[in-house]
C-alpha cells in the first residue's frame, strides 16, 4: 500500500468516536482510567502478583521467547480460537512452483506498545489459514561472555541496532517471502540467548513481521506490503513493559528501570520513534483501537483478492480429487495401503468433515500418521535376537537391526514428525531444503 493514511484516532470518524465514548463510559465510576482507557487499577495488578522483594531469577522460567506467545507455532486467541502460526508447508503447482508471495504486513512500535497484541487481533480477524508471526527478538545476535554479564546486570543495550543481525533477519524474510522453509532461532529473554532448538516456518499468505526496529533497514521495508506503526504512549509502555518484565522475563523492578532510562527510553526517541515516517498506518493506543485494526484487515482482504486469493479453492481441489476415486487398481505393486480398520475410518472421518475444527484436524492427523508409522515398523530390517526371561528360560526374539536405515518422505513429513519420535526411539530428521541458520 502506497499512500500514507493515518488511522482515525479521538479526534477520528464517528464510529471511532462512539467506541471512545463506550471506552470512556465503561470506565466511569469504575476506576480510574487514563489517556489509553486502561485503567489504573490494570497496570498496577501485575506489580500485586509479583510480591516484593522479586522472586529470584531462574524460579521464574516462563518462557518468553520470540516462539512464547505462539508457542509451538499454535495461538490461541483471547476468544479462545486456536490459529495455527506456522505458516504453509511449501505447495506446489503443477509446473513446480511454489504458490504466490505472501501479503507481508510489518508492525514496528516501541516495547510494550502492543506489537503483538496488534498482530495477534489482525490474524484472528482475518480468519484465513495459513499466516505466520515472525519477531525480531528471534534475530538478537549471540552475546560473548562479557556481553552476558552486563546483560544480567541490565546493563547491555538491547534496544540498539547493533544488538541485532540484520543481514540474517533479511535473508529470512526475502526465504519465507518466496514460500521457503527456514529455521528461526527461539528467544528466550530469562536467559538473554536462543533456545537450542530453532523453530521451522514457512511462507504463508500472510506474514507478520514485527519488532521495536521493523522499520529499521529500508531493504527490508522493500519487502512489505503495509507498515504498521503502533503509536502507544510512552508511560503506559513503561508500565506495561515492568509488568511483564517483571512476572514474565524474570526481571526485578531496579533492573528494569535501569534498563529502561539507560537504554530503552533512549533508543526510541533516536531510533525507533523515526519508524513512524516510513509507515503507511499509524495505530494510536495499540491493540485496543479496534477501529483500525479493523481497517487494517479490509485492507488485507482487500488486496490478498487482488492477489487472486481464493479461500474456496482448496476445497474445490479436494473435491476434484474425491470425484477422480480411488487410485487403488492403477497403483503400483510396492504400494501398501493402510488397512480401513474402523479406527481408521473413524480417523478420517474427523479430518475430512468440513466442520471439525483445526486443531481437532491437527490431533487426529498425529493419531493417524501414528498408524502409518507403527504399521511402517514392520517394513523394517529386523534380525533375531536370543534373550533370558525373568524365569531364565531362552526365547528367540527381534530387534531392529541395527544399520541405518534411511526413509524418505516426499510431501507432509514435518506434520509425522511427533508421531516418528513417539515411536522410533532413536530417529534423526533431516530437512534436506531447509535453509540453517
Ligand atoms: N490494551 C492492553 N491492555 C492491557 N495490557 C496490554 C494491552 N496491550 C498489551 N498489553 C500488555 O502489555 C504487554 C506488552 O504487549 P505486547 O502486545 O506484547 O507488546 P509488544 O509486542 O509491543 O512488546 C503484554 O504483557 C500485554 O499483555
Ligand atoms: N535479552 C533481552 C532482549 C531484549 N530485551 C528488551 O526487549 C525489548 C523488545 O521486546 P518487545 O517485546 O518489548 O518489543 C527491547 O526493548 C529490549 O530492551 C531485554 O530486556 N532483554
Given at each position: 500500500m502506497k499512500s500514507s493514511m493515518k488511522t482515525p484516532d479521538k479526534d477520528g470518524e464517528k464510529k471511532a468516536d462512539k467506541d471512545l465514548t463506550k471506552q470512556v463510559k465503561i470506565s466511569e465510576g469504575v476506576e480510574q482510567s487514563n489517556s489509553s482507557g486502561s485503567s489504573v487499577h490494570e497496570l498496577i495488578n501485575g506489580f500485586n502478583r509479583s510480591p516484593s522483594p522479586p522472586a529470584p531469577r531462574k524460579r521464574l522460567r516462563t518462557v518468553s521467547g520470540s516462539g512464547s506467545k505462539a508457542e509451538h507455532h499454535l495461538l490461541t486467541t483471547k476468544s479462545g480460537r486456536k490459529i495455527y502460526t506456522k505458516g504453509r508447508p511449501p505447495w506446489y503447482d503443477k509446473k513446480g512452483n511454489t504458490l504466490k508471495q505472501p501479503y507481508v504486513i510489518g508492525i514496528c512500535g516501541g516495547s510494550a506498545s502492543g506489537k503483538t497484541t496488534v498482530a495477534e487481533k489482525i490474524i484472528e480477524k482475518l480468519e484465513i489459514p495459513w499466516v505466520t508471526i515472525l519477531s525480531?527478538?528471534?534475530?538478537?545476535k549471540v552475546l560473548n561472555d562479557e556481553e552476558h554479564k552486563q546483560a544480567e546486570e541490565s546493563n547491555?543495550?538491547?534496544?540498539?541496532?547493533?544488538?541485532?543481525d540484520f543481514d540474517l533477519l533479511q535473508e529470512t524474510l526475502a526465504r519465507l517471502r518466496e514460500g521457503k522453509s527456514c529455521e528461526v532461532p527461539v528467544y528466550d529473554f530469562t536467559t538473554h540467548a536462543r533456545d537450542h532448538n530453532p523453530k521451522i516456518m514457512y511462507g504463508a499468505d500472510v506474514l507478520i513481521f514485527e519488532g521495536i526496529l521493523a522499520f529499521h533497514r529500508p531493504e527490508i521495508n522493500k519487502m512489505m506490503d503495509m507498515k504498521v506503526f503502533v503509536d502507544t504512549d510512552g508511560d503506559l509502555r513503561l508500565s506495561r513493559r515492568l509488568n511483564r518484565d517483571i512476572?514474565?522475563?524474570?526481571?526485578?523492578l531496579n533492573g528494569v528501570l535501569e534498563q529502561y532510562f539507560r537504554f530503552v527510553k533512549p533508543a526510541f526517541e533516536s531510533y525507533i520513534a523515526p519508524g513512524m515516517k516510513a509507515a503507511d498506518i499509524i495505530v494510536p493506543r495499540g491493540g485496543e483501537n479496534d477501529v483500525a485494526i479493523n481497517l487494517i484487515v479490509k485492507q488485507v482482504m482487500t488486496q490478498l483478492i487482488k492477489r487472486g486469493y481464493d479461500q474456496s479453492a482448496s476445497a474445490k481441489y479436494r473435491q476434484e480429487l474425491i470425484c477422480r476415486g480411488p487410485m487403488v487398481d492403477d497403483a503400483p505393486q510396492n504400494l501398501i495401503l493402510i488397512e480401513q480398520t474402523p479406527q481408521v475410518r473413524g480417523l478420517h472421518t474427523f479430518i475430512r468433515d468440513?466442520?471439525?475444527?483445526r486443531d481437532d484436524i491437527i490431533f487426529y492427523s498425529e493419531r493417524l500418521t501414528r498408524i502409518l508409522i507403527e504399521e511402517a515398523m514392520n517394513f523394517m530390517p529386523y534380525t533375531e535376537k536370543e534373550i533370558e526371561l525373568s524365569n531364565r528360560q531362552k526365547e528367540i526374539g527381534l530387534r531392529k537391526n541395527t544399520q541405518i536405515c534411511g526413509v524418505a518422505i516426499m510431501r507432509a513429513g514435518e506434520t509425522m514428525e511427533n508421531s516418528l519420535r513417539a515411536i522410533v526411539k532413536d530417529c534423526k530428521v533431516l530437512f534436506p531444503k531447509i535453509k540453517r541458520i
Open positions: 525480531m527478538d528471534s534475530f538478537y547491555y543495550n538491547f534496544d540498539h541496532p547493533n544488538a541485532f512476572n514474565e522475563r524474570a526481571r526485578d468440513r466442520r471439525t475444527k
